[in-house]
């Protein structure tokens, strides 16, 4: 779906389909020129970065391999808590690997801080982070991201794999979500 199929849902579009293309092509020429010959393995944390994953992947001219984590912050309602349980781990050994985190959105960055520390206790060659978006209001701890797609505003945004209570991930462009969807 894109904006246009749930105009009522949305208050504001802030990046079409196109334009998460193009700045996507943009981030995948670094990594091929950052990671030339380098195999990199791509970790990408479910859910919500599946589609960051299925575009950067393909739009990439080198070799990279591709694993999936999952996990649940501990803590209430939507507040990230830091606090990360494994609910499904990564099937490759990062030991001597150059390891890129693609992650759709880093709002406080408790999470990737949590899981950066995880991964970097596994040995990798490098790890790095590449997030699409990021809220840097929301910020609650600074982490430093080698590649990023777009900073939003600290506001309720949906789309593009960023979901309202499991909804609106498979809309195509990113939209700010309007109060009456969640009042
Ligand atoms: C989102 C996102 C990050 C995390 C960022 O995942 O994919 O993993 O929140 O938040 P933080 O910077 O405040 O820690 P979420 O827990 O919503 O799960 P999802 O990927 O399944 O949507």
């Known amino acids: 779906m894109d904006a246009a199929d749930i105009a009522p849902d949305l208050t504001k579009v802030l990046y079409t389909s196109a334009e998460i293309e193009a700045r996507l092509a943009e981030l995948a ?9 380098s195999n990199p393995l791509l970790v990408g944390v479910l859910n919500g970065a ?13 070799d990279c391999e591709m694993d999936w984590m999952a996990i649940s912050s501990y803590g209430s309602g ?11 781990d990564l099937n490759t050994d990062l030991v001597g690997r150059h390891v890129l985190v693609v992650e759709d959105i880093i709002d406080t960055g408790l999470t990737l801080t949590y899981l950066m520390q995880n991964l970097a206790s596994r040995n990798p060659a490098t790890l790095k982070i590449m997030a699409m978006f990021r809220k840097p209001d929301a910020m609650k701890i600074d982490i430093d991201v080698a590649y990023v797609g777009f900073d939003l ?17 498979n809309l195509t462009d990113v939209g700010i979500l309007a109060p009456h969807v969640y009042s």
Do not use: C, W
Request: aromatic share 10%; proline share 2%.
């Open 50 to 62: 599946v589609m960051v994953m299925a575009d950067l992947s393909r739009a990439l001219k080198i």
């Open 29 to 37: 020429a670094q990594i091929d020129r950052d990671y030339a010959g």
């Open 78 to 88: 939507t507040q990230s808590s830091g606090v990360v349980r494994i609910l499904k």
């Open 153 to 169: 505003p600290n506001q309720f945004v949906v789309g593009y794999g960023l979901d309202y209570a499991g909804k609106y991930r």
